[in-house]
């Protein structure tokens, strides 16, 4: 009787121990996940050699988003870049070297609570923002001179963007499969489904985007592994092409020659039609005919 009283206690104290972890994980997911640094509503952007212009816009539930917008004279179009969740782009906007100097304007904006971006951050309101914010590029360029580009983070977000509309193309650097496969990782125990506030399913937008779509990923990805890219290339394997840097980690792709080549490529190149009459593509390497027995 002792022990059964004492594996009833020891259960109960799991289950509550349990319950506990899961609250935790649901109210304080938001501080797990994003890292955002605060800039004062003064703060002056610097960038060497970049002219750029700062806006705000206001939200319909009265947020602010704050942007900046990176110039180039006579520009081919513009890169919509959507950073990671680290800090803000006081330090992302050191990234858009790799876009102006093939021309191309460049606009980086912070979500909400990062820099000088208010108002409470749900996927749903950034999500949100982001397409009035496109909305209004739209307003002054082509959609078939605008360039979604998304890292880590921003990959799922360009990714819902571009299902909705109709750009140049879709550039993902390091994207993951859903921010939900990502934490069943390290809480493989705990129901994700029902708990998480960002599940992100960039594989399900992925289904919908009819751009051409360029996958960008590092071999040693410790945070996000490779293969996701793998996998995400293969759902729209058609308009998907990936592009692999041997070597490299989550936050290091910048610094291989390889990525600038790839990323001059991408964004230089326009798609072309292929031939394929009179090409191998039908035949199949070591196929045995089957002889009817006699």
């Not at 093939?102 to 923002?129: E, L, N, P």
């Not at 914010?133 to 360009?158: C, M, P, T, W």
Request: net charge positive.
């Amino acid at each position: 009787m002792l022990a059964a009283i004492d594996w009833t206690y020891i259960l109960y104290v799991v289950l509550v121990v349990y319950v506990a972890l899961n609250i935790l994980v649901y109210f304080l997911q938001d501080y797990l996940l994003f890292k955002p640094e605060k800039l004062p509503k003064d703060f002056q952007f610097y960038y060497e050699h970049q002219e750029i212009e700062e806006y705000n816009i206001e939200t319909r539930d009265g947020a602010i988003i704050n942007g900046l917008r990176f110039k180039t004279e006579n520009p081919k179009g513009v890169v919509f870049y959507l950073k990671g969740n680290s800090k803000s782009i006081k330090g992302w906007g050191k990234f858009a070297v790799d876009f102006t100097r093939h021309g191309y304007d460049v606009v980086m904006v912070d979500y909400r609570g990062f820099g000088k971006s208010t108002g409470r951050r749900t996927q749903k309101a950034i999500k949100r923002d982001l397409q009035v914010v496109y909305n209004k590029l739209k307003d002054k360029v082509d959609e078939k001179h605008i360039i979604l580009y998304g890292r880590s983070l921003g990959s799922g977000f360009a990714t819902k963007l571009a299902s909705m509309n109709n750009p140049r193309m879709l550039v993902l650097d390091a994207p993951y499969y859903s921010l939900s496969k990502i934490a069943k990782r390290y809480l493989p125990f705990m129901p994700l489904s029902l708990l998480i506030k960002f599940p992100m399913p960039t594989y399900k937008w992925l289904k919908y985007v009819n751009c051409p779509i360029h996958i960008i990923h590092g071999t040693d990805d410790a945070l996000i592994p490779y293969n996701t890219s793998v996998k995400l290339s293969r759902i729209r394997p058609k308009s998907t092409t990936l592009h692999t840097v041997i070597g490299g980690g989550h936050k290091d792709l910048n610094t291989f020659e390889g990525y600038h080549k790839m990323l001059t490529e991408i964004i230089t190149s326009r798609p072309k039609a292929i031939n394929l009459e009179g090409s191998s593509i039908h035949v199949k390497h070591g196929s045995k005919k089957k002889h009817a027995k006699t």
